[in-house]
């Protein structure tokens, strides 16, 4: 076993607990409170899911980029992790302009508990993908060097595991927070 | 003053309770007899005697069923004695509505009468022999309603109001005590639950429901006047003297209550003064403020806070 | 696998200016287990003079040599302490120095995240008693319960230092937690299965796979706290914004029941190790020792409401997590059963060590015991939130605990140190340990069925209330001695003990088969794993354990 993949998975794996209880506190608040704003009248599915598509994409972008790494085709995996840092980053710019709508809306975190539950749950989400970013872009930086990605390829597949995750939660939380408006 | 413990039940709910306690006691007595038993067998016996080494066992299979099973079979004896226990000592509450609404405030207890209207608060009168469903609520943070002798502990919880059967089966005076920890004076936040039989505690009623006559002359008087120009009457109630803030407890039968500051003091008119003089003394972190009253002062609003039975 | 540079470890020997330095910069999971262990014990000292306090409030009816005030911050601090700067640490810190050991290890997985897991440690701590200088300690125990945590009844920034410090210490342990995970799925010497593990060990990996798993929830809810005082938030705010105070308490005792059992495992696994050496016999039923443990790791997820039959939750679910409650006890009880059996047809040695071992086999037992009254919830209706839980706790994690992180400080000093600790000043610790603690926390069962609510900063002259709290207060006096003790026998034996011998006990697992203290990179050369004991073989040639099929 790679204790480099296995402290990943175990890292995520606490971090799934963080995030799914998150998720169940929202789920809770938005099934036990009806007070106004909610969900259904002030977010915008289309818009986010248009964005989020951006983060989807960039799981599929980072698995290329693996898969280019196995064949030593170094370059390749410069090009895909370009591709999914900037969807990745598309993806929060998109969840910038949203909240900035919101608050323009006077849609706050202290507003009502969806405002402190929802921004709270994507706020902690946008974090993860921030970090993720940093991430990806300092594989970028070191992916630079031959040397490096020929010793410590590991190092690209344990980034890619935590980018993958970051998506996956992000599957979640779109389903619960903005498909759920339609039901 | 007679002890205050869950097993000297007064009501049937604590009763289940208490007999179920002691029964399970018992077992735990005699599992750690057991096991005490058995250490102190094998350290007598077992002591180093030589210096070789001894026998080398490595497990038994038919013991750890042993020792499984037998504790499971406790187990579900437990899960059955419990569950039985349970519908006697929290019957349903669905479909009643309650007789009495009790609010856990930092650091006493505000008490409704729902049938009647009556308000009072920290000594609670319960009529013998008549279930009484209480609901209980709170005005600021988590409280939890304690007399041992009365059955089950619950808790008031701002947002979730709970519902509690109370069927006193002996007449007495019982002390209870909030049991979750609410900040500084969690301490004194005490309760006197008090069951009468159902005449006296109807004449209570009656008492409290009539509105104590205004003084008209003396000290009492000018009690009532400062009572109405100093803060006094902006945090407590006196039904007839306008409007009904409820920051403090209602003091229209303050005279007829047994303790000041939830059970902090009994209420003489001598501890009464000494309280008025220094809340804060007495209860550090009552919400009460130290109104710096003179000697002359204190001694009108207790002939006037005297006159209210 | 191996394709990082193996980090360089401190010289053995480093000149007395660099010796300082060797410690803070210091990647060795011997030192850092040292740091753990000795941070731990100072914060012990911290708690210990905190009930100290509170026991001479306590004293007697209506004392006011404590303001509720500062009351209130010390039962808080207590609490804080002992379970996430004593019990925590001390048990991640023997873990830390024996794990690699025990299984033949050079070092554990990750060397510097685990001195990163340290420093948190070290600085959360400190912030966390920073707070008694800025502006006042945490106030509201160490559950702060919703909404008495949150601004508009407590302004004490106290609150925020104790969410913060948790947060931090929250993210070590997690860190430690997966650093020992990894460490024992992937760094065990050649013939070391998992199923030759030692106890220690296999507690250890349940304990850590607990504290990955469980501190999440803890985290979820500092973090909602926060953002509630910091931001204005609404999660656990009075219910007219639509928040929940019950809500804290579901995360907080998803994480707290299975704090209970990180707390727990490690002890059984020291107790695991103890009681075979000094009996001079192979552990009893191994194989059901460490499933029971699997068991209480995974019941620990289902019992958390057991904290919350007073909150009115309903029916099912006060059922249904009454019934999870009553089971954790049988694996818990498997375990005592084998223990007294280990000890069974043994040949005793009645070492400090095996006495505070003998010790946790009885007080925890009455933990335990008091703990299943508690499961049955009518019982639990009436002595919840009382000093009868006060006295159940103090069972669990002082009688069980704490004696165990004894029986191994006793049992392991020598390799740490290659001193014995003084046996004589260690019997004199142990009595006097039992008496105090005893005398401390029996009268409490007492008074909670007499009626006496916990964390009140006092109480009014009822009958018995009084000379039972004297008695108590008088015992945490006498405990406090025997820490003294304990103290002086560190000291004296650091400087004057005896010489350790490699294997002093006789014991059979890989951590004796090495010098004491270890040199930097542990073992010259592993001898052979063919079993559980590969020491016993070495010395039995005639009779190893690999001949029984180690069962």
Redesign the interface.
């Known amino acids: 076993?790679?204790?480099y993949k296995?402290?990943m998975v175990?890292?995520i794996?606490?971090?799934g607990?963080?995030f799914g209880?998150?998720i169940l506190?929202y789920v809770?608040?938005r099934a036990?409170?009806g007070?106004e704003p909610i969900a259904a009248h002030v977010l915008d599915p289309l818009k986010t899911g248009i964005f989020s598509v951006c983060l989807f994409a960039s799981s599929g972008t980072m698995e290329l980029g693996i898969k280019s790494l196995r064949k030593k085709n170094f370059a390749g995996l410069r090009f895909w992790l370009v591709a999914t840092i900037l969807l990745g980053a598309t993806f929060l710019v998109g969840q910038g302009m949203e909240y900035l709508h919101l608050y323009r809306s006077d849609i706050t975190?202290?507003r009502?508990?969806?405002?402190?539950?929802f921004f709270?749950l994507t706020g902690?989400h946008g974090l993860h993908v921030f970090l993720g970013l940093v991430v990806l872009l300092i594989m970028l930086g070191l992916g630079m060097s031959k040397d490096f990605l020929a010793?410590?390829e590991?190092a690209v597949e344990v980034a890619s595991y935590y980018w993958h995750f970051v998506d996956v939660v992000w599957v979640v939380i779109f389903t619960v927070v903005y498909l759920w408006v339609f039901l | 003053?007679?002890?205050?413990?869950?097993?000297i039940a007064a009501s049937p709910q604590e009763q289940?309770?208490s007999h179920?306690?002691i029964v399970?006691?018992c077992w735990?007595g005699v599992?750690?007899l057991t096991?005490?038993g058995?250490?102190t067998y094998?350290?007598i016996r077992?002591?180093?005697?030589?210096e070789?080494?001894?026998?080398?066992?490595?497990?038994?299979t038919r013991?750890?069923w042993i020792?499984?099973l037998l504790?499971?079979a406790l187990?579900c004896y437990?899960?059955v004695?419990?569950?039985h226990?349970?519908a006697v000592?929290?019957p349903p509450t669905r479909g009643h509505s309650p007789d009495m609404l009790i609010i856990g405030h930092?650091w006493w207890w505000e008490v409704h009468y729902l049938k009647s209207g009556v308000v009072t608060a920290n000594d609670v009168h319960f009529p013998v022999g008549v279930p009484t469903l209480v609901e209980f609520k709170s005005a600021?943070?988590?409280h939890?309603w304690?007399v041992?002798e009365l059955?089950?502990?619950?808790?008031l919880?701002?947002?979730?109001p709970?519902k509690l059967w109370i069927d006193v089966d002996k007449p007495g005076t019982y002390?209870?005590?909030?049991?979750?920890?609410?900040?500084?004076?969690?301490?004194?936040m005490?309760i006197r639950a008090i069951a009468q039989e159902p005449a006296q505690f109807d004449a209570w009623l009656k008492e409290q429901e009539t509105i104590p006559p205004q003084p008209t002359s003396g000290p009492a008087l000018a009690g009532l006047k400062l009572f109405k120009s100093l803060p006094c009457i902006s945090c407590h109630t006196i039904e007839g003297l306008g409007p009904t803030p409820d920051a403090g407890p209602n003091l229209t039968h303050i005279a007829t209550r047994e303790t000041l500051g939830a059970?902090r003091l009994m209420n003489t008119p001598k501890n009464l003064a000494a309280w008025l003089k220094d809340p804060q003394k007495f209860k550090?972190?009552t919400q009460m403020p130290n109104l710096r009253l003179t000697n002359q002062q204190v001694n009108d609003l207790v002939a006037y806070l005297e006159t209210l039975r | 696998?191996s394709?990082i540079p193996v980090t360089s470890l401190p010289h053995a020997i480093p000149h007395p200016r660099e010796r300082m330095m060797s410690w803070v910069a210091s990647v060795d999971h011997k030192q850092i287990g040292i740091l753990y262990m000795t941070t731990a014990f100072f914060f012990f000292l911290c708690g210990g003079v905190e009930a100290l306090l509170m026991r001479a409030q306590l004293a007697f009816p209506e004392e006011h040599f404590l303001?509720?005030?500062a009351y209130?911050q010390i039962f808080t601090m207590h609490g804080t302490t002992m379970v996430f700067l004593f019990g925590m640490p001390v048990l991640i810190g023997l873990a830390n120095y024996l794990v690699p050991l025990m299984i033949g290890a050079r070092d554990v997985?990750?060397p510097r995240l685990n001195a990163f897991s340290y420093w948190l440690l070290f600085f959360g701590g400190l912030m966390l008693y920073f707070s008694f200088f800025a502006g006042g300690a945490p106030n509201?125990?160490w559950f702060s319960?919703a909404?008495?945590s949150e601004k508009p009844?407590s302004t004490s920034p106290g609150i925020d230092y104790w969410a913060l410090s948790l947060l931090v210490l929250g993210i070590g342990s997690?860190a430690a937690?997966?650093?020992l995970?990894?460490t024992i799925?992937?760094?065990r010497v050649k013939g070391m299965t998992i199923r030759r593990l030692p106890l220690f060990v296999w507690m250890t990996l349940v304990t850590s796979i607990l504290i990955?798993?469980a501190?999440?929830?803890l985290?979820?809810d500092l973090?909602?706290l926060l953002?509630?005082r910091k931001?204005?938030?609404?999660?656990f705010a009075?219910?007219a914004?639509?928040?929940?105070?019950?809500?804290w308490q579901h995360?907080f005792w998803?994480f707290g029941h299975p704090e209970v059992y990180i707390l727990a495992l490690p002890a059984f696994g020291i107790i695991s190790e103890v009681i075979p050496v000094f009996?001079?016999?192979?552990i009893?039923?191994?194989?059901?020792i460490a499933a029971s443990t699997v068991a209480i790791g995974i019941l620990s997820f289902a019992v958390w409401a057991h904290h919350m039959f007073?909150?009115?939750l309903g029916?099912p679910w006060?059922?249904a997590f009454?019934?999870g409650s009553?089971?954790i006890?049988?694996p818990t009880?498997?375990k005592?059963?084998?223990w007294?059996?280990t000890?069974?047809?043994?040949?005793?040695?009645?070492t400090t060590s095996m006495l505070y071992a003998?010790g946790f086999?009885?007080f925890f037992?009455?933990g335990g015991?008091?703990g299943?009254?508690l499961?049955?919830?009518?019982?639990d209706?009436?002595?919840?939130?009382?000093y009868y839980i006060v006295a159940h706790l103090h069972y669990v994690l002082f009688g069980g605990t704490a004696f165990a992180v004894f029986a191994g400080l006793y049992y392991w000093f020598p390799k740490f140190t290659g001193r014995m600790l003084s046996e004589r000043l260690g019997k004199w610790n142990f009595w006097l340990t039992v008496i105090g603690f005893n005398t401390t926390f029996m009268v409490q069962h007492a008074l909670g069925?007499?009626?006496m609510?916990?964390?009140?900063?006092?109480?009014?002259n009822?009958?018995?209330w009084g000379i039972l709290n004297l008695i108590s207060s008088i015992g945490a006096f006498i405990l406090g001695i025997a820490i003294l003790v304990l103290i002086v026998n560190i000291w004296v034996s650091l400087k004057h003990g005896e010489r350790a011998s490699d294997n002093p006990w006789g014991a059979w697992s890989l951590e004796w088969a090495t010098s004491s203290p270890p040199p930097p990179e542990n073992f010259e050369k592993v001898p052979p794993v063919r079993s559980r004991r590969p020491l016993w073989d070495l010395v039995?040639p005639d009779?190893p354990?690999w001949l029984?099929g180690?069962?």
């Open positions: 076993m790679n204790r296995l402290a175990l890292f794996l606490s971090e607990t963080f209880l998150l506190a809770y608040f036990t409170t007070s975190i202290s009502n508990i969806f405002g402190t539950s709270t902690f010793k410590h590991t | 003053m007679p002890i205050n413990t869950p097993f289940a309770i179920l306690f399970v006691l735990m599992i750690l096991v005490t058995l250490v094998a350290i077992y002591r180093k005697k030589g070789g080494e001894p026998r080398q066992i490595f497990g038994n013991l750890e020792w499984t504790p499971l187990v437990f899960f004695a419990t569950l226990t349970m000592s929290d930092q600021d943070v988590i939890d304690w041992p059955g089950p502990k619950i808790d919880i701002p947002g979730h709970n002390l209870g005590t909030c049991a979750q920890f609410c900040g500084a004076e969690h301490a004194w005490r059970g550090p972190g | 696998m394709d303001s509720p005030g209130d997985a990750f509201v125990g319960y909404p008495l009844f997690v937690g997966i650093n995970i990894v799925l992937t760094l990955v798993m501190l999440p929830a985290n979820v973090v909602m953002i509630d931001l204005g938030g609404n999660f009075m219910a914004t639509g928040g929940s105070a019950i809500l995360f998803a009996s001079r016999k192979a009893f039923g191994y194989g059901y007073a909150v009115g029916r006060d059922v009454a019934a009553m089971l006890a049988i009880g498997v005592i059963f084998n007294i059996a000890m069974w047809g043994g040949s005793i040695r009645f003998i086999l009885i037992t009455i015991l008091s299943v009254t499961a049955v919830f009518p019982i209706w009436q002595v919840h939130d009382t069925i007499l009626g609510p916990r964390r009140a900063w006092t109480y009014p009822l009958p018995y039995h009779d354990d029984h180690n069962a």
